[in-house]
């Protein structure tokens, strides 16, 4: 069975930071990529990283990019997300979700989903 547990979400005020991190368990991690994605109240759900575990390569939402770094740990099959300078437009819910092989940044396509961890960025 294929899990994925999102955890280190919290409040925090505007110029923070925080690390989000996205255990994996189920499959093999060195054949998916892990895409984080963040839904505000009332908009879309929309991509802000991913890392594929098949080739390393990785993607960033353009107003995130110089704010976030994603990376991986292969012994304890988790990949984090750290976010600093966070501003209040940050504020979501973050998700993990796995799709095989390669970044693909497209939510219907994803193959399985964690259960979101809040953060909330104040002013």
């Known amino acids: 069975e294929v899990q994925l547990v999102e955890s280190g979400g919290n409040l925090v005020q505007a110029g923070g930071s925080l690390r989000l991190s996205c255990a994996v368990s189920?499959?093999?991690?060195?054949?998916?990529?892990i895409e984080w994605f963040r839904q505000a109240p009332g908009k879309e759900r929309e991509g802000v990283s991913c890392?594929?575990?098949?080739?390393?390569?990785?993607y960033y939402l353009d107003s995130v990019k110089d704010r976030v770094t994603i990376s991986r740990d292969n012994a304890k099959n988790t990949v984090y997300l750290q976010m600093n300078n966070l501003k209040p437009e940050d504020t979501a819910v973050y998700y993990c979700?796995?799709?095989?092989?390669?970044?693909?940044?497209?939510?219907?396509?994803?193959?399985?989903w964690g259960q979101g961890t809040q953060v909330t960025v104040s002013s």
């Open positions: 189920g499959f093999t991690f060195d054949t998916y990529a």
């Open positions: 890392i594929s575990n098949t080739d390393g390569s990785q």
């Open positions: 979700a796995v799709v095989p092989y390669f970044c693909i940044n497209n939510a219907q396509a994803m193959q399985d």
